[in-house]
Each structure stands twice: as C-alpha cells, then as structure tokens.
C-alpha cells in the first residue's frame, strides 16, 4: 500500500526489529540492536583488521539491481579486503540510506540476502544506521576482522625475486556489466550470460585461502578497481617493479568465447574492475606450494609475472611480449 505515492513503511525501528535483528544473532555484544553501540573481545594474541566499502546506485551498482544480490555483494566486498589482509571475518556494521521511495518490500528483500551472505561468510551484523536520503540509494558497510599480531597482509612488502600471482579469474564481472547494460552486440550463450551476471552480482571472496596468504604473502589487495590498476598500486606502495604477462592473466571459459569474438573486450578485462580476486607476491620458489594450497581452498591460483628491479611502477607485457598500454589501467572515482 501507498500514501500518495510513498510505500507504507515500518518505520526505523520497525524494519531494524523485523528485518535487521535476526541478522544479529550470535554477537552477544551486538545486544539485539538495542543499544547505541557494541562491545567486541579481541583476543590477546589478535589484532583487529577494519576495513570500509560503500555502494551508490548509478555508480557501484544500476538502480533496478535485485537488492538481495545487492546484499550479498556489498558483503562480499568488504569480506574480499578481510580475505587479502589474511584476516578472518568477525563482524560488521550497516549502513543504509534509502530513498523513501523504497519500501519494506525491497529491505525485506535486501536483508534475505544478507541473511544468505553472512551464512556463506560465517559472519553476524552488529549494528549500524539506517537513514533516509533525497539523493541515490546508498549502502555502507564496515568490516573487522582477525589476524594473528604483526601478521596482516599489507599492500607494501613486494620484494625482487617474488613471483606475483592472482587468484580465480579475471574481467567476468565487468563482462558481466555489459551485458547488463546491453551494451554487447554478439551473440552470448544463456550459460554464458548467467554466469557472468552472477560473477557481477555475486562475487566470492577468497576467504578460504586466508590462512595460506598468511603463510605465503609478502604483499596483497582485492582486485576492485581493475586488474591493472590494483597492481599498480601494490608496485607503487611496495616500491618496487612490476611485470606482468596479460596472456598469462586467467579467464573463465564464458570470457574467453567472447574474446574469441571481440578481441577488443581484453581490455575491458584487464582494467574493468569488480573481481574481488586477490592479487599476491610471494617467493618465486614457493609457486608450488601456494598452488597446491590453492587446490586444497578449492580456489585457482595463478602466476602471472614477476617483481624486478627497476623503477616503482608496472610493465604490462602484450601478446608479442612488448609492453603494452592500457593508460589507468581501471576505474577512477575523481
């Protein structure tokens, strides 16, 4: 039911009580979302890991997106930076701003599916906010984590002599985008298409390789913004040189059809961004023992260059093994 066009609502608190507190359950700190805050016990030998990720319709996401693939996903990108610092998901906040267009039908819906991420993530909410907006619909969500002390993974600490390795594959979420905006022309399988579309809505972050990033990383980050430009940042952060064979670079077998068809979407694979795969370095000598962890995980893992002397920045090398040029290398908010 509407009052002159707006959908009758809960309210605040009633769709935090209806919808929202269920997903609290089991953090005793969270106190039922009653409160104005949490408490959380960090173990001595912990440290905890904070990271944040906001989604805005018409930037991160089109505005008639199913909002329980919105759920998982805004999840699923915080969890992703968790997984490549080496840190175990412990809890998070949410944050909504909703137009009030938006009714309970919709946050009943988005919180089903947070429902289905956090039981795929084993995590809890813990609280958060939820505010109306005359602006896009906005999502927020901030995520802590666990690491054993002085062991998180920081984007800094590539070193020569380290391989640079990535897991799953690359460039099917911004595939995937395209398709959802109609913006390929050739003709694409109906498995194909479900596939990518589900890599755009639904991606997995790597938490099950956690403990082996731990072991192995001596630097990492989530491919968010496009493969090249994140691996740009991590040179760039490390100070050190990268070189990166694009041929190497692993893609699905849906990517790879319609290569097949349009060579000229490599490039929208390269930099197009929303893999939430982890990009790594470790030592060059240690390839076979990061891919045999990988296949226990159940996660492909690849090598697909190398850290060489030379000024801090990135070589990509193309299909004749010259550099090539892909400029930013991905997305840029400013």
Do not use: C
């Not at 089991?26 to 944040?52: E, H, K, M, N, R």
């Not at 998070?92 to 909703?98: A, N």
Request: glycine share 10%; hydrophobic share 45%.
């Amino acid at each position: 039911m509407t009052e002159q066009g707006v959908p009758v609502s809960l309210g605040e608190f009633g769709r935090i009580e209806r919808f929202f507190r269920p997903l609290a359950v089991g953090v005793p700190g969270a106190f039922d979302l009653t409160d104005d805050a949490a408490v959380l016990d960090v173990p001595y030998d912990q440290q905890l890991v904070v990271t944040t990720d906001a989604m805005v319709a018409g930037v991160h996401f089109l505005p008639h997106d199913n909002p329980a693939d919105l759920a998982w996903k805004i999840l699923a990108v915080n969890m992703s930076d968790l997984a490549a610092k080496g840190a175990e998901p412990l809890a998070y906040s949410l944050v909504t701003s909703l137009p009030k267009s938006i009714g309970d039908d919709w946050v009943e819906a988005f919180a089903k599916g947070l429902g289905e991420a956090q039981r795929e993530f084993k995590v809890n909410l813990l609280g958060g906010d939820s505010v109306s907006t005359s602006g896009p619909l906005s999502l927020t969500i901030t995520a802590l984590g666990l690491v054993p002390r002085n062991r998180m993974i920081r984007r800094k600490g590539a070193k020569p002599g380290d391989a640079l390795f990535v897991t799953g594959s690359i460039g099917d979420a911004a595939l995937g985008l395209k398709l959802a905006q109609g913006a390929l022309t050739q003709p694409v399988a109906e498995a194909d298409r479900a596939y990518l579309l589900s890599r755009l809505h639904r991606p997995a972050p790597r938490l099950d390789l956690v403990a082996s990033l731990r072991v192995f990383g001596t630097a990492a980050l989530d491919v968010s913004d496009g493969l090249v430009a994140d691996v740009r940042h991590l040179a760039l952060a490390s100070k050190v040189r990268l070189q990166v064979d694009t041929q190497a670079v692993p893609l699905s077998g849906a990517a790879l059809r319609l290569l097949v068809g349009t060579p000229t979407l490599r490039r929208t694979v390269l930099t197009g961004g929303d893999d939430y795969e982890v990009a790594f370095t470790a030592p060059a000598d240690k390839a076979e023992d990061i891919a045999a962890a990988g296949i226990n995980a159940g996660i492909k893992v690849t090598r697909i260059g190398k850290v060489v002397d030379g000024e801090p920045g990135l070589d990509l090398l193309g299909l004749d093994g010259v550099e090539a040029d892909l400029g930013s290398g991905g997305w840029r908010h400013f």
